[in-house]
């Protein structure tokens, strides 16, 4: 079973005409994990809304390839059929859940509404807090009385307990401490081991995404600039931006050197302009495609296509 | 000579929860101190408490401190104002959302003329609007004149912290409080304000106590950092010794935590159950 998103553009505002989405197509399978890296103003949560049926694309498609039924832009809540497929993780762990609402009632929720008997469903949701590391006691507590860390866990479960095949993890650690952050991301990679869910990762913090990655897209002004397997973006990063992204990093260790990315200037939106590109203007008469860099790897700059590479291959 | 030496600082709250215990720091001219820990640490009321900003209910219990061999803090007791300022996490919020940044400034500076607490009180006439469009161009804003026309909600969060900044250093503060300055924005515009700060140091040669929950940021910016945990400092050090020779077991967790990989331990620490 796969996500399978196809030339999606969105455009907001009827007057400003605000084109936060580009034609982005990608797609996520079951067992792996898509990260879809980019700033503010690249589109990334755009993308992660109309992959949610949360917004509707202005343009493309959202199909699920082996069944094939899903359609264009899903539209606001989409099917019941498509909800237990997709479930979402938010940024903001304890914002996310219902405050008038016990925990048990949140996680609950889900399978309430798939018309899941109580008693079954009860049993479902006792599983998966313990899954997911905590005591059931915690079903009583409202979500003002437990920390962050423990209200994501929580979202965590309620996103898992109808067994979808993709969940939506939406900036899952950026509220969080480094050391909780740590545990959900392990946390997040064991459930993925166990039931085979595959994760669509929507993240501004690039160096987050190296131990849950299978798959890396970095958007940058609502396209894709490139793409490929995590190690390979990581450690060859061939589109300026993505190379910039991952230098913008500081090292966490002060025997490295690191002078960031301190001379690249901005447009006027605030989002970074590259301008270290060796051919500006290039990419307008390439046509703004996707060029093959390595094994499954493109990158939207016709430079990133090592010349010495291409010729040995 | 340290610059600002704090001695046996304890916050409490009215009700008397503790919040930070017997905690003790120094931080020389031209070097950056960093405190590094979670929330809930300790480490933001400790840079509170060092400007007499706590807030309602929270004080100082216990302790003291000095800022160039000057005691402006003993016990609950503010002796005097430290030449300090501080920058602050969301930049927007700490910036008054109705005025333009211009007008702002310009308080700004009729304020420390009139104060005069940098000496040349009544001396600097020149006028007031051109010093702060050379202060915004001080930290890197290429085009002052549009800048100060704004309002901080129409600028990026980069952009006000840069303002932010600029407001800081123009009252010739000896100590540079900055909790957790880049928290929140984007990588790429946290290096460039990283940056700014390092070459604001090199500039005026002043100390800086850096708040950060960030161990790469720490690592970067620091010589030397307290790693707190629980309202204590649980280690004081070069950060080399920090990085490379932690003597502590909560230093070293939050080490593993910052690192690509995870550590063995963290198998068992519960997630797995089942």
Request: proline share 5%; with cysteine; charged share 20%.
């Amino acid at each position: 079973m796969e996500l399978v998103l196809a030339d999606i553009e969105v455009v907001y505002g009827k007057r400003t005409r605000n084109h936060a989405v580009r034609g982005v197509s990608l797609r996520v399978r079951r067992g792996e994990t898509l990260a879809v890296v980019g700033e503010s103003g690249s589109g990334k949560t755009t993308i992660a809304k109309v992959a949610a049926g949360l917004q509707k694309a202005t343009s493309g498609t959202v199909a699920w390839q082996a069944t094939g039924d899903g359609g264009v832009g899903g539209g606001p809540g989409g099917s019941p059929a498509r909800r237990q497929r997709v479930h979402m993780v938010f940024q903001h762990p304890v914002q996310s859940l219902d405050p008038s609402w016990r925990i048990r009632r949140s996680v609950k929720e889900p399978l309430r509404y798939l018309g899941m008997a109580d008693d079954e469903a009860e049993r479902l949701v006792r599983r998966l807090i313990a899954e997911v590391g905590l005591d059931a006691q915690i079903l009583d507590r409202y979500p003002r009385e437990v920390s962050g860390g423990q209200a994501q866990r929580v979202a965590v479960a309620r996103a898992l307990v109808a067994d979808p095949e993709i969940v939506i993890l939406d900036e899952p650690t950026a509220s969080l401490d480094q050391t909780v952050r740590g545990r959900i991301l392990t946390l997040l990679a064991d459930l993925q081991v166990r039931t085979g869910v595959g994760y669509l990762m929507i993240t501004h913090d690039i160096s987050s995404v190296r131990r849950l990655a299978t798959r890396i897209a970095v958007m940058y002004r609502g396209l894709i600039v490139e793409s490929g397997p995590a190690a390979a973006v990581l450690e060859d990063p061939r589109h300026p931006y993505t190379q910039a992204l991952i230098s913008a990093v500081p090292v966490a260790d002060p025997r490295v050197r690191w002078d960031g990315v301190v001379a690249l200037p901005r447009h006027p939106d605030g989002t970074l302009a590259v301008t270290s590109c060796p051919v500006p203007g290039s990419c307008h008469e390439h046509g703004p495609g996707l060029h093959e860099v390595g094994p499954d790897h493109v990158a939207g700059c016709t430079k990133a296509v090592d010349p010495q590479k291409a010729a040995t291959t | 000579m340290s610059l600002l030496t704090v001695r046996g600082l304890s916050i409490q709250t009215r009700t008397g929860v503790s919040l930070v215990r017997d905690l003790s720091l120094d931080v020389g001219a031209g070097e950056v101190v960093g405190i590094v820990g979670e929330s809930g640490s300790g480490k933001t009321m400790t840079a509170l408490s060092l400007l007499g900003l706590l807030p309602d209910g929270v004080h100082v219990s216990a302790g003291e401190a000095e800022l160039e061999g000057r005691r402006f803090l003993d016990g609950p007791r503010m002796l005097a104002r430290p030449n300090a300022t501080m920058i602050f996490q969301n930049p927007t919020a700490a910036l008054n959302p109705t005025m333009r940044i211009g007008a702002q400034l310009v308080r700004l500076l009729r304020f420390l003329d009139r104060s005069g607490t940098d000496g040349s009180a009544g001396r600097r006439r020149g006028d007031v609007r051109e010093r702060a469009a050379a202060l915004v161009s001080s930290v890197g804003i290429a085009d002052p004149a549009a800048v100060l026309g704004r309002y901080p909600h129409q600028l990026s969060g980069g952009m006000n912290q840069r303002v932010m900044i600029a407001m800081a250093i123009a009252a010739r503060p000896s100590l540079l409080v900055a909790d957790e300055p880049t928290t929140g924005l984007d990588v790429t515009v946290q290096a460039q304000i990283l940056d700014l700060i390092r070459a604001t140091v090199a500039q005026h040669g002043i100390g800086v106590l850096f708040v950060s929950h960030d161990m790469g940021v720490i690592a970067q910016m620091c010589q030397r950092v307290a790693v707190m945990y629980d309202g204590e400092v649980r280690e004081f050090a070069a950060v080399d010794d920090i990085y490379h020779r932690p003597g502590d077991a909560y230093t070293r967790e939050l080490l593993a935590s910052a690192s690509d990989h995870p550590r063995p331990e963290e198998v068992a620490d519960g997630t797995r159950a089942g």
